[in-house]
């Protein structure tokens, strides 16, 4: 089992871009599935993005083509993409990781974007 760290959070403007980064303890070469997940005030935590271990990648619907996951397993570390952010994507995002015994999760980075 590792641990998640997410960075790269902050706050942009609209139209901007940040690239959140989710350093693992651990090497990560063997989790079955590195999702990037978020949390607004009020709402429930939803699935962004999601890269196997074979590299398929898939997102919501929200953010395809403006968001993009890689994970590179040589230096543990799974990064997601975001560009023309808008005030919706403003939320907490955490960093998952499943393997085929456990999950963990990373503490989240909040990201906000100003319109």
């Known amino acids: 089992q590792v641990q998640l760290v997410e960075s790269g959070g902050g706050l942009v403007q609209a139209g901007g871009a940040l690239r959140l980064s989710c350093a693992a303890s651990?090497?990560?070469?063997?989790?079955?599935?590195m999702n990037w997940y978020r949390q607004a005030p009020g709402k429930q935590r939803e699935l962004v993005a999601t890269?196997?271990?074979?590299?398929?990648?898939n997102y919501v619907d929200s953010v395809k083509g403006r968001f993009t996951v890689s994970r590179d397993n040589a230096k543990n570390t799974v990064y997601l993409q975001m560009n023309r952010l808008q005030p919706e994507d403003t939320a907490v995002y955490y960093c998952?990781?499943?393997?085929?015994?456990?999950?963990?999760w990373g503490p989240g980075t909040q990201v906000t974007v100003s319109s």
């Open positions: 998952n990781a499943v393997s085929v015994y456990w999950q963990v």
């Open positions: 651990g090497s990560i070469a063997s989790v079955n599935a």
């Open positions: 890269v196997t271990s074979r590299g398929h990648t």
